[in-house]
């Protein structure tokens, strides 16, 4: 049943600019994981809403809030059961509402995650079709088919689940018997909507006004690649298994239907004050194919999961700089830069281990060396023309933990075979507030995902005051990425020659300052004649008036004029 707030009348939208979401610094909230207020272990809206005045000072200029719909949390929230009633794990819709206005008050804006590719098996409409039968139309909103084989026993094609196995489940008939069988992209609790049924296309564009009545500046859509399907749902014909970054264009993702879909949801989007915005959470197989999701009439960004896949080496990183923006220009949209999120493994652990293995890692390799590159690799993102994520705790220097016991995990990927490799609890774990407490600050009664015993000095708590502080570093940045007329989404960055494994590059306005940012990736120390009053550095720099020396995987920024 929807959900109705007590009070309903909109909150105040904060002060804005045009085209705010061009430039802006976006920070990701896991709510389960970022602030528990009632003391249950889980985190919730209440929490979240107590920690916006940090999320202010830390100088962003949003706020992304993954799932707190009402779920089963087969998928931690990303199975919706109703997309209008806010889950009691993390509070009500008065929450929210409240949650919205204060983030206002506080200049903040608010991005709901949206879930069209699936729903939880538990929403209305998935229970009515299993009921209903056969050729029911509670069935045509999703994929139903019968199987192959003399007796139906086989799926109706050859796709498999994200998350492992094949793509389909088969149901029961009322009366016990084997019957068809549903598609599902990742988890069987997790059924795909048929978006080439009116009725799915009429719902949606009815939550989106939901929430945009309520307030919120935007959303952030899940799986934004995969909710149109190649026509008579084809074989693969392939034995490698899907993923969500592919090389190849697949029957299940990134098909062309899915843009229709997009240009109506732009429609209701300027039918609203304050710049409303979609953000495309689309595993593109090329940079040119995600530029099509931000065309001008389609949505405002799409994350660079090319870029966060890029290891820390010099020719690689300025060869997806080069390409995003190159991208970008055709449809005159932003370049989206992103290093870490809630499923992948965090970029300080990623840079801890030798380039290769992907996003999903199972071992801490060199924390220092992690450290190191993931504070130079953030003051690198931040330099880049465009709008910029971060995800909670990364401000912290917050490595993975990759070493949670077995019983612990909650990753539905980690318990089906051949799926993702099923760590990504790692990067979930509860953030640390203070340096002491049964949670460090996360909440009273301790956290669903164990936190290490040395978090402690990760806390913000430890961290705030500290010159030297990946938090002081984070909050440095943002204040002079803000500031400084160069920076922001003007696409004006220059390259200029530089030694190998060492990126320079430009950025200026016609009568403004140039801003300079030099990148050492070479894992030794770099001298170069200082190009400027030095700004910032994510490490420290040895300078005299005539060289700066960089040590190995160090970002420095630099001003003149």
Partial sequence: MTESPDTVETPALPARTADWWREAVIYQVYPRSFADANGDGMGDLPGIRSRLPYLRDLGVDAVWLSPFYSSPQADAGYDVADYRVVDPMFGTLDDAVALIADAHHHGLRIIVDLVPNHCSDQHDWF????????????????????????????????WESIFGGPAWTRTKNPDGTPGQWYLHLFAPEQPD??????????????????????????????VAHGMVKA????????????????????????????????????TILQEYDGERIGVAEAWAPTLARTANYVRPDELHQAFNFQYLATSWQADALRSVIDDTLDAMRPVGAPATWV???????????????????????????DPLLGLRRARAATLLMLALPGSAYIYQGEELGLPDVTDLPDEARQDPAYFRAAGQDGFRDGCRVPIPWTSNGPSYGFGTGGSWLPQPADWASLSVESQTGQADSTLEMYRSALSVRSAHPALGATDNLHWRTSAADVLVFERSLEGGPTFTCTVNLTGAPVTLPPPGHLLLASGDISLTPDHAVL???????????
């Fill in 551 to 561: 040590p190995a995987d160090t970002t420095a920024w630099w001003t003149t004029g």
């Fill in 193 to 222: 909507f048929n978006w080439d049924h009116p009725a799915v296309r009429d719902e949606f564009a009815s939550i989106l006004r939901f929430w945009l009545d309520l307030g919120v500046d935007g959303f952030r859509i899940d």
């Fill in 339 to 365: 290093l870490s999120n809630h499923d992948v493994t965090r970029h300080t652990t990623r840079f801890a281990n030798p380039p290769g293995l992907g996003t999903q890692i199972r071992t801490p390799g």
């Fill in 231 to 266: 026509a008579g749902l084809p074989d693969l014909g392939s034995l490698e298994q899907t993923k969500l970054l592919g090389n190849n264009a697949t029957p299940s993702f990134d098909q062309d239907g899915v843009h229709d879909i997009y240009r109506s949801w732009h």
């Fill in 127 to 158: 229970q009515r079709a299993l009921s209903e039968g056969p050729g029911s139309r509670h069935r045509e909103r999703f994929h139903f088919r019968d199987g192959k084989g003399e007796h139906g026993e086989v799926p109706p094609n050859d």
